[in-house]
């Protein structure tokens, strides 16, 4: 059984993509999260401070996808970000993605979805 519990923790995370809003006080990212033996692979979008840095245990804090057993792929191309004003981020996604998590509102940034 041993053997078994490395199959079952998650992977490193990857960043994909990160913007940053006008004043660059506030920063979104796309990471990858690799997924394991019993989980598929999956896509966070953080909204954080503009010197947060990425680490392998971090979790996502406005959206989670996966793939929907492979419905969608989940890649650079899956999630687009872009801020609409100082303090509003929009995510464009791919509507074949499962979604987990879907904050609408984190520290004062405003969220908005749309499905492509």
């Known amino acids: 059984m041993a053997a078994c519990v490395p199959m079952l923790e ?3 995370s990857t960043l994909l993509n990160e913007v940053y809003n006008q ?3 506030k920063k979104a990212m796309v990471c990858m999260n690799s997924g ?3 989980t598929d692979n999956s896509i966070h979008v953080f909204v954080e401070n503009p010197d947060f840095a990425l680490t392998d ?3 996502g804090n406005v959206f989670i996808v996966d793939s929907d057993h ?3 792929q989940l890649d650079s191309n899956s999630i687009k970000l872009k801020w609409l ?3 509003t981020l929009e995510i464009l996604y791919n ?3 499962r979604v987990f998590k879907r904050e609408s509102k984190i520290d004062r940034v405003k969220v908005t979805y749309k499905k492509k």
């Open 36 to 38: 394991n033996a019993t």
């Open 70 to 72: 492979n419905k969608a």
């Open 57 to 59: 245990n971090t979790l």
């Open 23 to 25: 004043e660059k006080t």
């Open 85 to 87: 004003d100082q303090e």
């Open 10 to 12: 998650n992977g490193p």
């Open 95 to 97: 509507s074949k993605l």
